[in-house]
Nanobody, 124 residues
Framework: QVQLVESGGGSVQAGGSLRLSCAASGYTWYMGWFRQSPGKGREGVAARHMRGGGTYYADSVEGRFAISQDNDRDTVHLEMTSQQPEDTAIYYC????????????????????WGQGIRVTVSS
């Protein structure tokens, strides 16, 4: 496991943008973002293969959100644009610290490290 430090988030009006960042304390194979709204389960938002560069996006954020890696570091950023009220949630950074084949990046079960969560509020 690794320690994850999240930053960013906050409040924005609909149509606005926010950026989330997450830095891992060690080697990661995959890093991603999940979110949870009140009364709903945790949803995989975006993920990145930290050694291959492949990315995954939920249909609900495709074209609006972008996950990027900070050079060759174990740090990812989530650029969120054209935000809508339904994007309001607690966003959690997740990491898979071991080399594993056949990872399903949308599944929270794949990840062994989690951040504390960071609140994002989008007002209409």
């Amino acid at each position: 496991q690794v320690q994850l430090v999240e930053s960013g988030g906050g409040s924005v009006q609909a149509g606005g943008s926010l950026r989330l960042s997450c830095a891992a304390s060690g080697y990661t194979w995959y890093m991603g973002w999940f979110r949870q709204s009140p009364g709903k389960g945790r949803e995989g938002v975006a993920a990145r293969h930290m050694r291959g560069g492949g990315t995954y996006y939920a249909d609900s954020v495709e074209g609006r959100f972008a996950i990027s890696q900070d050079n060759d570091r174990d740090t990812v950023h989530l650029e969120m644009t054209s935000q809508q009220p339904e994007d309001t949630a607690i966003y959690y950074c997740a990491a898979l610290s071991g080399v594993v084949g056949g990872v399903s990046p949308r599944s929270e079960c794949e990840y062994d490290s989690w951040g504390q969560g960071i609140r994002v509020t989008v007002s209409s």
